[in-house]
């Protein structure tokens, strides 16, 4: 008797697997990202939209960010090249200092706590670095409790978004 | 002897003719706009460049932004049609509520407690509503006092902009 190749749905569960992370290159798990993204990122919004209208505009926000800068995408894997969580970095030029700066327009994590928005969150600089950009910012909500873990990263306060509702 | 017509340099100073401003649309002013604003923004910036580097960056900017979204420009001048001030608004999907939204891109005024930067904001918002969307947002320095004053405008703090140097 030979041991068959394992299926799809006899790996280990992705929870005993996601420890032994590794970080490649995103742009073939683009429609993983955004899945996962779009989900997330839903629960961020606060207006009630139909799915619909949800998903409508959640595609023309992703098309408009993408029309303009250079993008870079990361992805976390376990050894069975399962997607972990990712960042999204994109070059321009900033709107205020008016320098090559990098945006972290998004870091997202299945499994907190052991170490992958960290190593994202280094990659996605690392990058930035590379590239000859002088600052790289994110926005974050101001009750997100993530500001801290960025703050900790050596991120600082730079300006703050204020809205009013119409 | 009959009166002449006042030549351009026979105006009062602007100073004295500012408090009865009206706001008109700006689509007219924009090389006004443009040149106030380039100085302005300039201020804001925490980098030193160049003048040449400065000003091409800035037009990078200025028409990266002009490229999306719908805009409009709103300028307060005195009765001799002389600029005082400017809102640019620019109405898209938000990306994080995915609704329709306005952005305050600018709002400058030459001479402040005169009512101007008022009259613009609520003209910025007037405009907005009008054009069907749900809020409307703008970015300020954390240091800038200017927060306190969209406060008492009824805006809120809904994000912080994080940055480090790279």
Redesign the interface.
């Known amino acids: 008797m030979f041991q068959k190749q394992k299926r799809h749905s006899e790996l280990p569960p992705i929870r005993q697997t996601a420890e032994e992370f590794t970080v490649v290159d995103g742009e073939s798990y683009l429609d993983e990202i955004f899945k996962s993204d779009m989900g997330i ?2 629960s ?4 009630q ?1 139909s799915h619909e209208e ?1 998903e409508e ?2 595609g ?2 992703i098309r ?2 993408l ?2 800068g250079k993008h870079k995408f990361f992805v976390a894997v376990d050894k069975y090249g399962r997607y972990l969580g990712h960042v999204w970095v994109c070059l ?8 090559p700066s ?1 945006y972290i327009y998004d870091i997202e994590t299945l499994f907190p706590g052991i170490g992958i928005g960290s190593t994202l969150i280094e990659r996605a ?1 690392e990058w ?2 590379k590239m000859g ?10 009750n997100n409790p993530a ?1 801290k873990w ?2 900790e ?14």
Chains 1, 2 share one sequence.
């Open positions: 990122s839903r961020f919004s606060r207006f939209l949800y505009n959640y023309r926000v408009g960010l029309a303009t321009k030029i900033d709107t205020v200092d008016f320098v990098a600089e930035a670095r950009t002088m600052k790289i910012s994110l926005r974050v909500d101001v500001r960025y703050s990263k050596g991120y600082s306060e730079r300006a703050i978004i204020m809205e009013k509702l119409l």
